[in-house]
């Protein structure tokens, strides 16, 4: 059983979630990547090789250094995949709709900015932890794979601090003109 299951999905695309499609897309887990592969070669999930899934997300996602945790007294960052930032925002965000919203990443599909914190870390968390895994697994290294072909081929996120300043900054000009 994956994150997905584990989770409901939300619904929200009010305009402050929408702002974070347009400064701050969430981050794929490694359980997100055939799907949104397949989506995106517009094949069957099951007929996607892994060279097809490191490609295909490479072509539209960055490396991102990702979120700074601590164990103990030793903190370490958990490099994560995320959709590719335009100058309009998301790749996939367009006239005020996600494109892949059925494949969308976990980051983006199940976390918005009206669920509780205890709710968002705890999704948060189970994330982090699933990519961690990955990172270090022998068996599937997809999402290792992936990463490095994003960051090989100067496909780099925006640094966090960067990404939320411009994310609140839009989330303060949205209440401005409520």
């Given at each position: 059983?994956?994150?997905?299951?584990?989770?409901?999905?939300?619904?929200?695309?009010?305009?402050?979630?929408?702002?974070?499609?347009?400064?701050?897309p969430g981050m794929l887990?490694?359980?997100?990547?055939?799907?949104?592969?397949?989506?995106?070669?517009?094949?069957?999930v099951g007929e996607v090789?892994?060279?097809?899934?490191?490609?295909?997300?490479?072509?539209?996602?960055?490396?991102?250094?990702?979120?700074?945790?601590?164990?103990?007294?030793?903190?370490?960052?958990?490099?994560?995949?995320?959709?590719?930032?335009?100058?309009?925002?998301?790749?996939?965000?367009?006239?005020?709709?996600?494109?892949?919203?059925?494949?969308?990443?976990?980051?983006?599909?199940?976390?918005?900015?009206?669920?509780?914190?205890?709710?968002?870390?705890?999704?948060?968390?189970?994330?982090?932890?699933?990519?961690?895994?990955?990172?270090?697994?022998?068996?599937?290294?997809?999402?290792?794979?992936?990463?490095?072909?994003?960051?090989?081929?100067?496909?780099?996120?925006?640094?966090?601090?960067?990404?939320?300043?411009?994310?609140?900054?839009?989330?303060?000009?949205?209440?401005?003109?409520?």
């Amino acid at each position: 059983m994956g994150l997905r299951e584990d989770f409901e999905r939300t619904k929200c695309d009010c305009l402050k979630c929408q702002a974070g499609c347009k400064h701050k897309p969430g981050m794929l887990i490694p359980e997100d990547l055939r799907p949104l592969a397949a989506h995106l070669l517009d094949k069957p999930v099951g007929e996607v090789s892994d060279k097809e899934i490191i490609t295909a997300v490479a072509e539209v996602c960055e490396a991102s250094d990702g979120a700074l945790v601590q164990a103990g007294a030793r903190r370490f960052r958990i490099p994560t995949i995320v959709p590719r930032l335009t100058k309009s925002g998301c790749i996939f965000f367009e006239d005020g709709k996600c494109k892949i919203h059925e494949v969308a990443p976990f980051g983006c599909s199940h976390v918005d900015l009206h669920m509780g914190r205890k709710d968002g870390d705890a999704r948060s968390y189970k994330a982090h932890e699933q990519i961690m895994l990955a990172w270090g697994s022998r068996q599937s290294n997809n999402y290792r794979l992936t990463w490095t072909a994003c960051k090989l081929d100067g496909h780099n996120s925006l640094p966090l601090q960067v990404k939320a300043a411009n994310f609140q900054q839009a989330l303060d000009k949205i209440e401005e003109e409520e």
